[in-house]
């Protein structure tokens, strides 16, 4: 695992996941398999429409009701509309909005950095309710991984997500779920906001959770893997991941799980892939990712799960079942951005400021877009090969010290990072970038 910062983050998890939404995160699934539509696309084709906020874009894009609803470090949630990207409706918080949404019954759920979790209404951008937790904030240290200077208090640069909402759609009892940096997973009622209960970790919670089959499964900064009722919010099991030997905040579970064929998998910053009996917990393969943090959320299809690595550059095909490998793809930067799977292809972003297609099958790129800050400044930040090297952005600068590892992820941004996991939805692709966009591109 790399130090000071080298490391790479992930993703996703801020993905969203609503049961009626037409085309939210891993197409409308709590369980969070990824699969989008069985249309077989070839190629990303040319750019439909970009908006421009006003910051950052790690939230993920979520397609419903002829909208894209998509979160900034502006401090707003945007309603765009999704044919002419037109803006249709902001709503602003007191903090950045690196959660992502999730629709249900023309509501919008979605948290921000101000503490609150928000309900408003999808068509209109009014507040329905508002939820306050016991505070957001990213994760971090003193002397963070044993930078310079020992006694300062550092956030991690690659924290970028908070957990995004999954709502358990009873008509009678609809419960929307999400995890907070106060160390709850929360279940509210969707129509109310009212609190049914709250399940104490003992680390901050920044990924979302997933519901299968009557369970909610999250991951904790405190490394491990919970499995509650999601009507009463009694644990089940729970399944400890590695820990850090010092700093043990820093190896907790970032990626969202994903629930297939009973079994749950997820990675964490331990630099582990797991695959869980959904049941009792127990672990039924683990695949070592070479020391790399697996922090976005795979998707499932064909007995094949499908992930992304931060510091080998890795998109990966492992057999459900074993854990084996089956297709082995490297991109040029880290891959937080959580693959969507359309067809036989696959369609994820990495730091770099590429969005990627690859054949599912072969393991081949299909198709690659870049952004236009990487093609203006990809030669001047990236390697010779066109890849990430944390040693050369420091342009000589002592890389153990904290601010050299900011310097160095502001000029990652020049390239325009996609964090962001993107959206499927007749036939276009949808993403946010570092760059401040949202995309729309058509794919064929």
């Known amino acids: 695992m790399f130090k000071y910062l080298i490391i790479a983050f992930f993703l996703w998890s801020g993905v969203a996941y609503a049961q009626t939404s037409q085309s939210s995160m891993f197409a409308s699934s709590p369980a969070h398999t990824g699969v989008y539509t069985s249309n077989n696309y070839t190629s990303i084709d040319d750019v439909k ?19 894209v609803y998509v979160g900034s470090e502006d401090h707003n949630l945007y309603a765009i509309d999704k044919i002419s990207g037109k803006l249709l409706w902001k709503f602003h918080t007191g903090g950045a909005v690196h959660s992502s949404a999730a629709v249900y019954k023309n509501v919008v ?16 951008g009014k507040l329905k309710w508002k939820f306050k937790t016991g505070g957001e904030k990213k994760v971090g240290a003193k002397g963070l991984w044993t930078m310079k200077p020992a006694d300062r208090y550092m956030d991690d640069l690659f924290d970028f997500f908070l957990s995004s909402p999954v709502i358990g759609a009873d008509s009678y009892d609809p419960i929307v779920y999400f995890g907070s940096s106060d160390g709850n997973l929360y279940a509210l009622h969707a129509l109310t906001g009212k609190k049914n209960w709250a399940f104490k970790t003992n680390g901050l919670i920044h990924n979302s959770p997933a519901l299968y089959n009557g369970s909610i499964y999250f991951g904790s900064w405190d490394t491990f893997l919970y499995s509650i009722d999601a009507k009463t919010g009694h644990l089940k099991w729970k399944f400890e991941t590695g820990k850090e030997p010092v700093q043990h905040i820093l190896e907790g579970i970032e990626g969202s799980p994903s629930c297939s064929g009973g079994i749950i998998y997820f990675g964490s910053r331990d630099g582990f892939f797991y695959a869980l009996d959904a049941f009792n917990g127990s672990m039924k393969w683990k695949y070592a990712a070479n020391s790399s943090w697996v922090i976005n959320t795979a998707a499932v299809k064909d007995n094949v799960v499908y992930l992304g690595t931060s510091d080998t550059f890795l998109f990966l095909g492992l057999d459900a079942k074993t854990g084996q490998e089956k297709i082995h793809y490297k991109t040029n930067g880290y891959v937080y951005s959580s693959p969507a799977l359309a067809g036989n292809a696959a369609f994820f972003g990495d730091f770099t400021g590429s969005l990627y297609a690859v054949d599912i099958n072969s393991g081949k790129l299909i198709s690659k877009f870049e952004t236009p800050g990487k093609k203006a400044n990809a030669k001047a930040i990236l390697d010779s090969a066109g890849n990430i090297d944390f040693n050369l952005l420091a342009k ?9 590892n900011v310097y160095g992820m502001d000029q ?33």
């Open 396 to 404: 000589g600068k002592d890389i153990a010290n904290y601010d050299t």
């Open 109 to 124: 759920y979605f948290g921000s950095y101000d503490g609150f979790y928000y309900a408003v209404n999808a068509t209109t």
């Open 412 to 444: 990652l941004y020049k390239l325009g990072s996609i964090v962001s996991s993107p959206s499927i939805s007749n036939g276009v692709i949808y993403f946010g970038s570092a760059d401040q966009y949202v995309y729309a591109i058509n794919l064929k």
């Open 49 to 67: 429409w970009k908006f421009k906020t006003g910051g950052k874009v790690f939230s993920s894009p979520v397609v419903c009701n002829g909208m």
